[in-house]
């Protein structure tokens, strides 16, 4: 079975500086896709970057990149020069390229605090 | 519509009752998802709609756990004889397609048994 484990509760980075929240995973299916979710105080959850087990390059969407290193199973998500806004809980995903599509496997979160 | 509606945002009930917790897909939207969030975890799978079936029900805790999907678009989770243990955020997704990237959560029903 699949598992996500996000060893962080808590952050705290200060405004305009980077940021990155752990995230390692657990399976033995060889083709996977990897998730970053936000939650702000307001419980919706807003994807933000995706990562595919056999792409070659780390995703980079805007000032989210995806450190992601195969051989440790790891994918930690990088938050580059940080805003107020970006207070909120944050959540790695897995998503096995077989059985259920789009059934996603969640971590703990990791809540990030953006001070001044 | 624009987002992914859910309706109640709040519930409180008595345990013993059943409680249906709906949402509303975006229009078109032919994947949908249910998800349940305890206080201080990641969100669990429930239940997958393909259009109006459910290939995957796997993540639904028990029997008192029921879920239908009518005309490609609205969802009802119904919870029978609620117990403690059922409080929790009921989050729905849905997305363009099944296997689609992205899926779009609503904010959530945020279920109290008491």
């Known amino acids: 079975a699949q598992k996500i484990t996000q060893t962080q509760p808590g952050m705290f980075v200060q405004e305009k500086e980077a940021v990155t929240l752990d995230c390692t995973y657990d399976t033995s299916d060889p083709s996977y896709g990897l998730f970053w979710y936000k939650q702000p105080s307001s419980g919706e959850m807003i994807f933000l970057i995706y990562q595919g087990s056999y792409d070659q390059q780390n995703a980079t969407e805007g000032r989210y990149s995806l450190n992601f290193q195969k051989a440790r199973k790891s994918a930690n998500l990088v938050i580059s020069a940080s805003q107020l806004g970006d207070s909120a809980m944050y959540f790695c995903?897995?998503?096995?390229?077989?059985?259920?599509?789009?059934?996603?496997?969640f971590g703990t979160g990791t809540r990030l605090q953006v001070t001044l | 519509g624009a987002g992914v509606s859910q309706s109640p945002s709040n519930k409180v009930t008595e345990k013993g009752k059943d409680v249906e917790l709906r949402c509303d897909p975006i229009s078109g939207h032919t994947a949908l998802y249910w998800y349940r969030q305890r206080l201080g975890q990641g969100l669990e799978f429930l239940i997958y709609f393909q259009g109006n079936s459910a290939p995957d029900k796997s993540g639904l805790p028990s029997d008192r756990f029921s879920a239908e999907r009518t005309g490609e678009s609205v969802s009802t989770l119904t919870i029978q004889r609620t117990q403690q243990e059922d409080s929790a955020v009921y989050l729905c997704a849905s997305s363009l397609l099944a296997g689609a990237r992205v899926l779009t959560f609503g904010a959530g029903s945020r279920l109290t048994v008491l």
């Open positions: 995903a897995m998503r096995l390229n077989t059985g259920t599509a789009s059934k996603l496997t």
